[in-house]
């Protein structure tokens, strides 16, 4: 299995090709590439990065940007009666990973996630008569 481990906002993600990965907001519509990359397993050997690979990329196409699930926070003070509430939702950008580059050279590669086939229904002669 190839993969790699890309950073993003603050957090390093295992990502292979094929995979759809979520990660904190980015403002991007259509393709892009992340060019932080702290380690690729190739199937044979892990290259690792000190700190960072260079000439590594992995190209991705957004999918989709939303909100998570809603965090409530409630802070109290004891004997006060004194309490407030908050939520919170993180914004986050889904991508879904399409080739992984190691020094200019491909290693992985995957095909673009199939769309929603609609079937037409087939009427026969005999009900295009009646």
């Known amino acids: 299995m190839i993969y790699a481990i890309i950073k993003s906002g603050g957090k390093q993600i ?3 090709a094929g995979d759809s990965i979520i990660v904190e907001k980015i403002n991007v519509e259509g393709k892009y ?16 990065g000190k700190p960072l690979l260079k000439g590594a990329v992995v190209k991705g ?41 190691l020094s200019g050279k491909a290693i992985d590669k995957a095909k673009a996630p199939a769309a929603k ?3 037409t229904k087939k009427t026969s002669s005999k009900e295009e008569e009646k």
């Open 61 to 101: 196409v957004m999918q989709k940007q939303g909100k998570g699930k809603k965090i409530k926070i409630l802070r109290t003070k004891a004997k006060s009666n004194w309490a407030r509430h908050q939520g919170h939702r993180q914004p986050y950008t889904r991508f879904f990973i399409e080739e992984i580059i």
């Open 117 to 119: 086939k609609t079937e």
């Open 33 to 48: 590439e992340f060019t932080e990359i702290v380690a690729i397993f190739d199937g044979k050997e892990l290259h690792v």
């Open 14 to 16: 295992k990502a292979s």
